[in-house]
Structures are given as structure tokens and as C-alpha cells.
């Protein structure tokens, strides 16, 4: 369409209700940042004098290029003047290049909250946008409730936001704040409310209650609305805001609208999504929309065959146009496609016609049939490719493995488990035998596998695990159940990788996968000697 559509990002502030959630004055600053540097055109920073994080938040501001930092807060309160209102005195007085403020718009909430007469609300509106507008210079409303308020009286809440606008407004923000308005009635509504405020005034607020919210704001952006807020990676409370991180690209690739987010811009979207996750130590959403690591993954073999010839054929964008990747999967659904598009992804070349390639089809498909599950385990996957093009030497061999679980009363009288692990393997021509203790068994025997590898293969001073997971493959069973254990690995530098392995005994599983991780290190850093 060419029209130009605004971006309010409310992370720090609606996300930070996010259960789980606890930004630190640090955290805030730097996803501000990240926010601006993406071409976000609004940055709502916090509640100045809600709390001690948002009062060092404003104390002292991030300076962003492009975005404008926003703060936000209530109306006066009844009974006292703009200028004799403490709390929204501290809203205007904070460091901020505008203010947003939020304010009732359904007369059950004024009726029941509040407790005052309707038309004293009214007022609150009024006063309070345009002491906003004269000591910010760009006052914005957010018309909480407004949806569920327009359906039970829809001349109230239109009297409300009209005072907003007649008062300065620069946006009348439209919220659904309780998340269940459907798309067809917001349309509708908004529409109707657009009869009155011109849609280059209005925004669209949601919550994802009924996992609308993104479908909403896009009906809202159909029916008129020039600005739309949320979050990123849809954080908030409850079920969520608005996710910025699908609204953006929709926008954009899908409606044709412009944002403040330059050409090219949209491939910061993915490293940002991920930005966040990683401030808040969490795994990143493989399924989100746009940005996800399975956004772009394809597993059935006559997707991938189709994705060879042309990838339009299986994705509706150029991955890369946001920051992600294709990514070919490999499974007991894998043909020939898969694998050779996976092969070639690590850097394997080979010929198509190679008779080892079918025997590597049917090997994963019967590993898989055990239990092994290789599309989340690519370094496991990579491993077994090039083992079978015996192309990965033995860095080093395993001769045996004890573990030993301890559970007693220590000397201080508390309970304690320990367990100790004792490994001998051959390495760099020589057995070794190392024992270790850990905070559990598969600790102890990483502890003391490494113990006896390190002064051979010092790369592996660094390396870490960070995930480790156990899935039970053969429910009913109880404690005789095939486990297939999955652990991530990471290095200094940052690197992850993924391996797996599938036994009856899940120590044994773990130390399957443990030897990929490890193998696969040292395979990829072209380092070690075989073992004798």
C-alpha cells in the first residue's frame, strides 16, 4: 500500500509483566538499544515511580538514534488537578521525548474501579492529555478496555477518546486489554471509530488471549490504524502482547507498508528475536513465526526435492530477507534430498550417485527406528554422515566406564547424593584411567572423561554443557524403558551443537551422546590424533 505505519514497542514495560520475567536497569538499556538499532519508531521504557528498576531506567536514558523513548502512566487522579497530581508529575518530568497515558474507556471499570461520576473520567482524559501535550510535546492515550467498553456503550467510549484527541493526542491507542475481542468485531470497530478520529491518529493495542492478537492488530491496520504496539517475541502478561517480530515482516513483505525499519532492516529481525532470549536465558521459540530455527526447516523428502529445485515451491520469503536460514532436516522421512541438502549444508561434498549415500538413507532411517532422532541433533547427524564416508578418525577409545551413586548423612547431619565416575580409555597411544566426582552421574562422567582427554586435546578445557534432556521412548515400561537422551553443547566462542544417544540405560545414553559431543568438537577444530 505504500502508507506509512508506526511501531510502538512496550517490551519493558507490558513485557516486563511477563511471568518470569524481571528485567534488571542493564537488561532494559541494551534491548532499547537493540530496539532502536532495528528502526523501532517508539520505545516505551517504563512506569517512572512505579518501581526502583524504571526510576534508574529514567535516571539516566539510553540516547537512541532513531526511536523516541516513551514513558508511561495513569491520568490524574479525581479529585486533584493535572498540576497537583504527584504521579503524573513524575511521568512529565521524566527524560523521555513523549509520554503515553493510560485511562478508562468502558463505563463498568469507572463505574466499579473508580468509583466516580462518568463525565469526571471524561475529564481526567482531557486534563491530563493536555498537560502532557504542553510539558512533552507529543502526549499519546491508551484507551484501555476500549473494545470490551465500545460493545456495552459505545457513546462512552467514543466520548472518551474523543476528549483524548481533542486534547492533543498524537495517538488515541485502542486496546484490547483483556485479549478477547475477535478479529471481525475489532475490524468493525475500529472502522466505526475512524468515522470520528482520522486513522493517521489512531493505534491498536492487543493481547493475545485468544491467539488473536496479531490478527487483530493487522484487522485494525485493515479498518485504518497508522500505529500498532507490541512486544517483542510477544512477550507480556497472561498470554501475551501483540508480537512485533510477525506484525513487522506482515507489514512490510505481506500488506506492503512502510515502517521506520529501512531496506534491508527486516534482517536484524532474527539476531533481535534472539537478542532477547538470550538477555532473558531462555530458548528461543524453534516454531516462532518469521524467526524460528523450524521456520524454514523441511523434513518430507518430496518437500525437500521441490525446495531444491525451487525453494518458492515450500516457503512463502527469501529466508535471509529476516535474518533466518533454511534448514533441511534429516528423519525416518528423509529421502536422497534430504540428505545430500544436508550433506551440502555442512560442507560435505559428495557425489549424488555415490552408492554410500543410499546406504546412509537406510542406515538413519533404521537408527531412527531405534529411537535416535536427528533433526534436533545435527552434530550427532553430521558425525554419522561422515563416519559412514569414513572420513571421522577415533580421537579417542573407550575401554570401560563405572559410575557409583552415594546417598548418605554427611557430618553436619544433612543428606547428601554423590556420585563418582571412574573411565579408562585409550588416547594419543596411551590408557589412561581418570576418576571424577559430579553433581550427578552424567557430570561425573563428563568431568572425568575429560579429565583424561584434556592434557591430550586442550581444546576441551572450554567446552561446557549447557542442555540435557531425557525422553522416555517406550512408555509403560517403567524403569526397563529405552531413554534417549539429547545434549547441547557449547565452547568459549559461543558455539552450540546438539547430540544424541538412545539406550535401555540412560547413563549409557548419556555417554553416547556425550562421545559425539565431544568427537564432534575436535572433528570440527581439524584437531587430535586417532587412538592405537
Known sequence: MGERIYLYDTTLRDGAQTQGVDFSVADKIAIAQELDRLGIDYV???????????????????????ARLTAFGMTRRPGRSAANDPGLNALLDAECGAVCLVGKTWDFHVDVALGIAREENVALIRDSVAAARERKGEALFDAEHFFDGYKANPAYALACVEAAAEAGARWVVLC??????LPHEVEAIVAEVAARIPGERLGIHTHDDTGNAVANSLAAVRAGVRMVQGTLNGLGERCGNANLVTLLPTLMLKMGFETGVPAGGLKRLTPASRFLDERLNRAPDRHAAYVGENAFAHKGGLHVSAVEKDPASYEHIDPATVGNARRILVSDQAGRSNVLARLREVGIEVDPADPRIGDLVELLKRKEYEGYAYDGAEASFELLARRTLDEVPDHFRLT??????????SARGELVTLSEATIKVEVGGEAVMTVADGNGPVNALDVALRKALTPIHPILADMRLVDYKVRILTPGEGTKAIT?????????????????????????????????????????????????
Open 484 to 532: 534417549r537422551v539429547m545434549i547441547e553443547s557449547a565452547d568459549g566462542q559461543g558455539s552450540r551443537w546438539t547430540t544424541v544417544g538412545v539406550s535401555a540405560n540412560v547413563i549409557d545414553a548419556s555417554y553416547n551422546a556425550l562421545h559425539d559431543a565431544i568427537t564432534y568438537r575436535l572433528y570440527r577444530e581439524g584437531l587430535g590424533r586417532a587412538a592405537s
Open 176 to 181: 484490547d486489554t483483556n485479549g478477547g475481542t
Open 400 to 409: 570401560s566406564f563405572r559410575v557409583i551413586d552415594e546417598r548418605r548423612w
Open 44 to 66: 516505551e521504557g517504563g512506569w517512572p515511580g512505579a518501581n526502583p528498576t524504571d526510576d534508574g531506567f529514567f535516571a539516566a536514558p539510553p540516547r537512541l538514534a532513531h
